[in-house]
């Protein structure tokens, strides 16, 4: 089934984008290069599988360019301390933090499905967005909805963003591998909606901050040709919303 490489591929695709734009231990910094590879590879892959993502390898391959020789011009603990100093640690706060909230108003949000769903339940969690919405209470509303929990870090996390699509598209492809075609199509409106409410409204400002503020301009590039890929994979959705055959 053509429609099933597609996904697989796009779920491939946020998976490697959430690994790249995080932080580079040591570890990551050896196997960038390959990965960066690997991101452009998938991509182009998608571009054969749907003529939507024209352009996407190409905006990606450029940024892997930039960040590859940045890294090369830095060295590795010079290049770990910019990114710290861009999206970790400042006074008093980081040049670019790497969360939602710093870059879109409350009134910019719109009242998806998902967020109309949750305000019929009488869950504790959901009560303080009764009378308007927020940003951190609606990204925290989608992942209760489709059974995410974040510990570790605040859930308008840009890592934890591209995870979660990452985890929408794997069990939209593992539904369909199952035939349970009505899952996969909620799983389907699940990405279309975080997209359109989240992910379309705050990627082109981080990265217009990272090139008017930061030092790793690469990084910059990569979280604009992320953009560019989720901009077109919206595309792609609204294709395949309401599909019974994928061939």
């Known amino acids: 089934m053509r429609y099933l490489d597609l996904l697989e591929m796009r779920a491939i695709a946020y998976k490697y984008a959430s690994k790249l734009v995080d932080y580079p231990y040591d570890e990551d910094i050896e196997k960038m290069r390959d990965m960066l590879a690997d991101f452009v590879a998938v991509l182009s892959r998608l571009e054969q599988l749907e003529a939507k993502y024209n352009g996407v390898a190409e905006a990606a391959s450029e940024a892997a360019a930039m960040l590859l020789s940045e890294l090369n011009k830095l060295g590795r603990d010079e290049f770990q301390a910019e990114y710290v100093s861009t999206f970790e640690l400042g006074s008093p706060k980081p040049l670019c933090p790497p969360y ?8 910019e949000l719109k009242e998806s499905k998902v967020f109309i769903d949750a305000l019929n339940t009488t869950s504790p969690q959901f009560m303080d967005v009764k009378h308007g919405l927020d940003v951190l209470a609606t990204v925290s509303i989608f992942y209760e909805t489709y059974g995410v929990q974040v510990s570790q870090t605040t859930p308008d996390h840009l890592v934890v963003e591209l995870e979660f699509m990452y985890y929408l598209t794997a069990k ?13 199509r909620m799983y389907r409106k699940a990405q ?26 690469g990084y910059g590039e990569l979280i604009s040709s992320i953009n560019v890929f989720t901009t077109k994979d919206y595309d792609v959705i609204k294709k395949y919303m309401d599909a019974t055959s994928y061939k």
Do not use: M, T
């Open 100 to 107: 939602e909230n710093e870059y879109v108003e409350p009134g």
């Open 172 to 184: 939209e492809y593992e539904a369909l591998k199952n035939e349970k075609q009505k899952d996969a």
């Open 192 to 217: 279309a909606e975080f997209i359109e409410n989240h992910l379309s409204l705050w990627l082109e400002r981080l990265a217009n901050c990272i090139r008017e503020k930061g030092s790793l301009k």
